[in-house]
């Protein structure tokens, strides 16, 4: 792993209070009033994978979407609504903004962030692409649109792979971030020169091998599913790696009967409607060295309860804004993506 001049990000991560834990009658209550105001405003909620099960069933009964971060810009983008609500990171929703700037783009809460997005600071990460400038920067799409408007291409994990080989092709040698364990997973596969900024999802970081060893002896039959986020350890146990998309559908189509699967639990909503006959386990986050600070949820998905979305006409702060000039610079990259993808 290629980690030459990298600078070391110490970060201090305060992790946000869960929501409140409502009873049955406060869920229906709040979920009657999003849907009343849904059609009121002329609005849909378009929810990530790893938001909480509630969330999700209610973007599709609202005729709303559930997917990754581009699959979710993209159908805002599309969408006739006028106002689309991202449940989600605040990296979603500027990446919805950007693609769709016609449209006003809400939030329950704009607190929401992601540990890769705090890990990659715009002002340190611009400073190392400069001591490099021979390099083309590639960024993961769990970045800000400041970090974006640095890069030369943005990539969700589906596609990631691909894009360094097309470069890699073309002779460029690569900066990635901020993910170390997807740029390691991306240099393994192609052996592509690149040089891998040290950022790391809060939850994928927390599988364990030992733990997943001893998962895969009790359940000597299921099939592991991996998130290339995880560590490099965890990454050599499965049967399958690949994105939020290609796990729901390895679930699906791969023969066995259960999966033990090391990514974020909020999956396990469409991964059980794409296998309903499929039992689910969540790859361990416990065992030697584990601090289980998420056990394999995020908390600021989690942060996307019903009474912060019933809440989101109300909060005048709940608005994404994108500086124009930095949309701007955000779109070019954007669009390669969008566009390679589409191929």
Known sequence: MNTANVPIIDIDIPFPKPPQV????????????I????????????????????IQALAEETGGFVGDSLEMAKFGANHPADTIIIAGVKFMGETAKILGPAKRVLMPTLEATCSLDLGCPIELFDDFCNQHPDRTVVVYANTS????????????????????????????????????????????????DMLLWQGACIVHDEFKFQGLEKAKALYPEAAVLVHPES???VVDLADMVGSTSQLIKAAKELPQKQMIVATDKGIFFKMQQAAPNKELIIAPTAGEGATCRSCAHCPWMKMNG???LSEVFENNENEI??????????????????NFANQ
Do not use: C
């Open 321 to 338: 804004f994108v500086d124009e000039g930095l949309s701007e610079k955000a779109l070019a990259p954007l669009t390669r993506m969008v």
């Open 145 to 192: 649109a400041a970090v974006k408007a640095r890069a030369d291409w943005v990539v969700t994990s589906s596609i990631a792979v691909d894009v360094i080989e097309y470069l890699q092709d073309k002779g460029e040698k690569i900066i990635w971030g901020p993910d170390k364990h997807l740029g390691r997973y991306i240099q393994n596969k192609t052996g592509a």
């Open 22 to 33: 409502l009873t049955p009658s406060q869920k229906s209550a709040y979920q009657e009033k």
């Open 35 to 54: 849907i009343a105001l849904l059609k009121k405003h002329n609005a849909v909620l378009i929810a990530h994978y790893y938001t909480d099960p509630e």
């Open 231 to 233: 560590p490099q350890k």
């Open 306 to 308: 019903l009474q912060l």
